[in-house]
């Protein structure tokens, strides 16, 4: 079964805009990743925060974790066109088992 | 660069028939993993492996076969192809040990099974 799932599934806003997905999982992880898929390619590493960290900047991503309710925040500030993406949370496991379990995905329009 | 490729990116097959997907990374990376993305959902995983001559089943298993006879490659096959594994396959790898982490993904293969 999936391990994280992202809510909204679909969020539309306008160039300019912040956008905000989050991400809740079930059980106790190593680290929490996210990913950009464009349409038709393959997913994209854009950040990893671990279970020992609360906050994370890289450029326009900001990722929050809070281990305590088991949820993960992505948010993308002055979002373009060109972020008009799906993002996947992934899991990483406690085990050090080297693989990471994904959720559905939010998919993000932004409007020009 | 190092990269991942996957190939065929394309592929028509009809039910039964036995079907290889291959991957093929060049960052030295140990663990590689197969994933399948069916629309308008997250990845599943297949097969992963930690290190050449290990492999090991995921979520999906069933179906689906995995080697890994050298680093750089981890080819599956579908021994008889049913239409219910349609659906695009990524391959993606990352560098093992205490890296938990990063994963690097190919382009994707996308299967349909007539």
């Known amino acids: 079964s999936q391990q994280g799932e992202e809510d909204p599934q679909a969020l539309s806003i306008q160039e300019g805009e912040n956008a905000t997905m989050n991400c809740s999982y079930k059980?106790?992880?190593?680290?929490l990743q996210w990913y950009r898929q464009n349409s038709g390619r393959g997913l994209v590493h854009l950040i990893l925060i671990r279970s020992n960290e609360r906050e994370k900047h890289s450029g326009r991503l900001r990722v929050t974790l809070d281990t305590s309710k088991k949820s993960s925040s992505l948010l993308i500030t002055a979002s373009r066109a060109a972020d008009t993406a799906s993002y996947f949370c992934?899991?990483?496991?406690?085990?050090?088992?080297?693989?990471?379990?994904f959720g559905d995905g939010t998919t993000l329009t932004v409007k020009p | 660069d190092a990269e991942i490729t996957q190939s065929p990116r394309h592929k028509i097959t009809e039910t039964g028939r036995q079907v290889t997907l291959a991957c093929h990374q060049t960052?030295?990376?140990?663990?590689m993993f197969w994933y399948r993305q069916d629309l308008g959902h997250g990845l599943r995983l297949i097969h992963y492996s930690y290190g050449v001559q290990d492999t090991n089943k995921g979520e999906v298993s069933d179906g689906y076969s995995v080697s890994r006879s050298n680093t750089e490659d981890l080819p599956l096959t579908l021994e008889s192809a049913a239409s219910s594994q349609t659906s695009v396959y990524f391959c993606a790898s990352s560098k093992g040990g205490q890296n938990t982490g990063e994963l690097f993904f190919g382009e994707g293969s996308r299967l349909t099974v007539l």
């Open positions: 960052w030295n990376h140990n663990n």
């Open positions: 059980t106790s992880i190593n680290n």
């Open positions: 992934a899991t990483g496991p406690n085990t050090n088992a080297g693989k990471s379990t």
